[in-house]
């Protein structure tokens, strides 16, 4: 870290980013980079009202140097009228919900060597309210205290000196679902082409109607007018949260298939025997050459 300038104010700004991890054994690489790794087994449990349940947390150092590990806890809030429009909160919300209220966990710092590791204990306590029903969530954040090391400080003004850190959190969601409540059904709401540089985008909202998260597989399938199909393209799973939508945008660029008349299909696997489809016909045609373009 370079010593401010004499005479000069300086002022730290740490920049926050997010890192969600919905898979068991995670470890992302940006946190690695920050020199330590998180690990669990399960975060997603059904349980009855009056339940309790426990996940736990395996937080590594991966460097060899002393680190503080901080760990704190948040919701994960829908934001009505939006598509894939979900914020962390950090503080708390009114997101119904959120189980925050019945979630206690420790430590909320850890104190690593090099090379050590230690458990972060969440424990939830279900109410014993029979009008509980589907899912309900919460967030466990753990970041490493920045230590100073690696801050670049930038000249704002005369005068001043501006300090600029990076921070990477993980941001894992815990679920709960009550046993025997489950209402599983969504649907699309739309299919849209949006016209790209070098090809398109298909745009298909998908609408989870059910009280439970679900992470549907979802793909993207392009049939010719005898109805053989040409191209396929897979979504990773990501999230839909009850009573709330999803974009899926898949980026169709340098497609390997003849100018024509073809339909497009996004089609979605979540957990029920039938599946669900949007589609929409589409007729591509051959980008005109430019005069004096060779």
Known sequence: MKTPMAGMSYRKIAFVMTLAAASALLALSPATAQGFSVAYDTTEFIVQPGGRFVATFTVTNLSEEFKTIRIYAGDWVRIPGQTSGYEFREDGSDEPRSFLAWMTFSPDRMELEGGEAEQVYCEVNVPDDTTLDGSYWGVIFIEAVPS???????????????????????????????????????????????????????????????????????????????????????????????????????????????????????????????????????????????????
Request: aromatic fraction near 10%; avoid cysteine; proline fraction near 5%.
């Open 148 to 294: 100073g090391d690696g801050e670049l400080p930038v000249p704002e003004e005369e005068g001043m000196q501006v300090g600029i850190l990076t921070v990477f959190r993980y941001a894992i969601q815990v679920f709960a679902t009550i046993e025997g409540t489950e209402v599983r059904q969504a649907t699309f709401t739309s299919l849209d082409f949006r016209q790209e540089e070098g090809g398109f985008d298909v745009v298909a909202v998908m609408q989870n109607l059910g009280n439970i998260f679900m992470r549907p597989e979802v793909w993207l399938e392009i049939h010719d007018t005898s109805g053989a199909k040409v191209y396929e393209q897979e979504y990773v799973r990501q999230t839909v949260l009850p009573e709330s939508a999803r974009e899926y945008v898949f980026e169709l660029r340098e497609l390997p298939i003849e100018p024509g008349s073809y339909l497009v299909m996004v089609i979605a696997d979540y957990g029920v025997p039938e599946l669900i489809a949007a589609q929409s016909r589409i007729d591509l045609v051959a980008e005109e050459s430019v005069p004096g373009e060779e």
